[in-house]
Every structure is written in C-alpha cells, then in structure tokens.
C-alpha cells in the first residue's frame, strides 16, 4: 500500500502527524488545524485534511497491535504508542459463514469490537480525540451520550489523568449511567431527549469559559 502526498510533506514531530488543516466538507474552505467543528463560510462540518507522504504496508505491520498500528494515517503524534491511553483496536475479525451464504459471498468476515476496552467502537475515536485534547491543553474530556460514548471518554479520561464531563438525558437507563460513573468522571443529567442534551452541548462548545473537547458530530475519523 502506497499514498502518494498530493501537497508539501508534514514533519512526523508534529502534534497532529500527518493532518494540515480542516476543511469543509460542503464548500471546501481550509482553515488552520483547531478546535473547531464548523465552517464559519457556510456551516458545513470540518473533516481533517492529510498529507500523508509515503505510507507503506510494511511501515503498518510495523506498528504495535493496537489502533496506533495506523498512527501515520490518523492526526496524532508519532509517539501516541507510548502515552497513557486505552490502546484500542485490534479487534477480532470472525467468519460469518451463514451470512455470507445468504449474501451470496465466497467470504465474509465481521469486526467484533466488543474486544475494545469499553466493549465499543467508540473508544476508538476517543482515543483520537484524548489527543487533540493533549494537544490543545484541554483538561477535559466531554461527550453528550446515550451509553457507549460515555463509558468510553470516561475510561479514556480517567487512564490519562483527564477529568470528564458527560452529558445524558436524565431517562437513561442505570446500567449505562453506571458505565460511565465508575469511572468517577462528572455526570451531567438533562430533562429531554439525547437531541435535547446534543443541542445543548452544541451551545455549549460556543461558550468561550469552556475548554472541553467535546464529541459531538460524526466524521469520517471516528470509524
């Protein structure tokens, strides 16, 4: 596997790695890598923009069995292996043979991510984000939830000597609500539903007394 730099290369020291800038997903615009999740031209949401370099497949294999394996294609520093975090990823791939069967496919194979720290996916995207919050000099780790994105920015805040702060509806069940309190983060419960609580949170991160890193929009880096 070769990727072939399109702009200038990136130094490997840098705080994001390979990434140089946001840029919005609806009108393109870039802007200097920040905590920012908006477009302020158009209000598009911001992805991540690379420029990888040369990236092999033997430089992969390399890389310890966790996510940091792909630690040259994410936005974090070329080090992240050695800091305190959950070390997600690495999960099992298991052969779905009757699914496939029914699919009509020679092979079929399903990520289990239930391998994950937390049992999710989504520590992986936290464990992104306890970067870019290590990188910004946040002291927080926040997220508004329904369940599994909690219990994973509370286990990843408290590994790395973060506080939390999660937001929830304030029907959830207690079984989730336990996930994320044994932790000893911050639970904020809210009267409405999780769009309420989002909406929230949304106003929130516009608050210039905040300095949280707050997970809150879908993007292709969370996956």
């Known amino acids: 596997m070769t990727i072939t730099p399109t702009l200038p290369a990136l130094t490997e020291s ?25 477009c302020e031209s158009c209000f598009g949401p911001l992805e991540v923009a ?23 294609l994410l936005p974090v520093p070329v080090d992240v292996a050695s800091r305190p975090n959950l070390n997600p990823g690495a999960t099992r791939l298991v052969r779905a043979e009757n699914l496939a069967r029914a699919l009509g496919l020679r092979s079929l194979h399903v990520k289990d991510d239930s391998g994950n ?38 286990a990843a805040a408290a590994r790395a000597g973060l506080d939390s702060c999660v937001f929830i509806p304030a029907g959830l069940e207690t079984g989730k609500v336990v996930m994320a309190a044994v932790y000893g983060g911050r639970l904020v419960a809210i009267d409405g539903t999780y769009d309420d609580v989002n909406r929230f949170c949304s106003e929130l991160i516009g608050s210039a007394a905040v300095s949280y890193t707050l997970l809150t929009l879908p993007t292709t880096d969370r996956v």
């Open 117 to 154: 720290p937390t049992h999710s996916f989504k520590d992986r995207v936290v464990a992104i984000a306890l970067e870019a919050a290590r990188s910004f000099g946040f002291g927080t780790l926040s997220c508004s939830s329904t369940g599994n994105l909690a219990g994973a920015v509370a």
């Open 14 to 38: 840098a705080a994001f790695g390979r990434a140089v800038a946001l840029s919005c997903r609806e009108c393109g615009e870039r802007v200097e890598l920040g905590p920012e999740y908006v």
């Open 50 to 72: 690379y420029d990888f370099g040369k990236v092999t497949r033997e430089q992969i294999e390399r890389g310890p069995n966790s996510i940091w394996r792909y630690a040259p």
